[in-house]
């Protein structure tokens, strides 16, 4: 199993709060992801990062932001929860192989009231 | 567009038997090909990656095909368990940027019943 990890699992929320989704690894790997899944469908990439103070947006606009101020801690933040942004929140990070395998942390469900 | 789409959406079996998932994809340029075991409240786990040159990889129950010319890929589970009961994603990536970008499938949700 990866050695990636995400807090919290779960949290419910009311809207208008400011959210802070923690996303840590201990693999030492440079590029890491942030990730928004809804029930049954496919994963859409919201943010990503080459390292160090590197974040850039992803495919699938997000009014999220992150930053990486060390290698293995890459938080995503939302100033004003609201309910559009109930979801499953999964956070990656990749090697350095040719293939760059993700390693995928175990998720976080957001729920937005 | 580059998509990647599974078949079937859903999937019900019985314990011990076999089962085959479908992938077909329209990304290119093609780099690689993957299959993600996804259980339920958890991230997506790499269970074969396979490239241009590969037809076929095994991971002990889990044989994935890749027919590169006609854009399709298979995974097919052998003497399945009530453990595979899980959603399995195909994904792709194409290089064409540096990022390497990663083309999800909505995945089939296996189901396997005692």
């Known amino acids: 199993e990866a050695d990636i990890y995400q807090t919290p699992r779960y949290l419910v929320i009311g809207t208008g709060k400011k959210i802070t989704l923690e996303c840590s690894q201990t693999?030492?790997?440079?590029?890491m992801y942030w990730y928004q899944q809804d029930p049954g469908m496919e994963l859409h990439l919201i943010h990503y990062?080459?390292?160090?103070?590197?974040?850039e947006k992803g495919d699938l606009s997000s009014e999220s932001t992150v930053s990486r101020i060390r290698t293995e801690h890459f938080p995503l933040t939302l100033e004003s929860a609201r309910p559009s942004h109930t979801s499953q929140y999964l956070c990656a990070s990749s090697d350095k192989s040719l293939q760059e395998t993700q390693y995928f942390g175990p998720g976080t469900r957001l729920l937005v009231l | 567009k580059n998509q990647v789409e599974q078949s079937p959406q859903s999937l019900i079996i019985l314990e011990g038997k076999n089962c085959t998932l479908q992938c077909n994809y329209t990304v290119s340029p093609f780099s690689n090909l993957r299959w993600y075991k996804q259980d339920t409240g958890r991230g997506p786990v790499s269970l074969t990656i396979?490239?241009?040159?590969?037809n076929t990889k095994s991971n002990g129950r889990y044989t994935a095909t890749l027919d590169a010319d006609t854009k399709q890929s298979s995974l097919h589970i052998t003497a399945s368990q009530l453990s595979d009961s899980a959603s399995y994603i195909c994904v792709v990536s194409d290089r064409g940027s540096t990022l390497g970008r990663l083309y999800f499938g909505r995945g089939t949700q296996l189901t396997v019943w005692p």
């Open positions: 990062s080459y390292g160090v103070n590197s974040t």
């Open positions: 396979m490239t241009f040159s590969e």
């Open positions: 693999m030492g790997h440079d590029k």
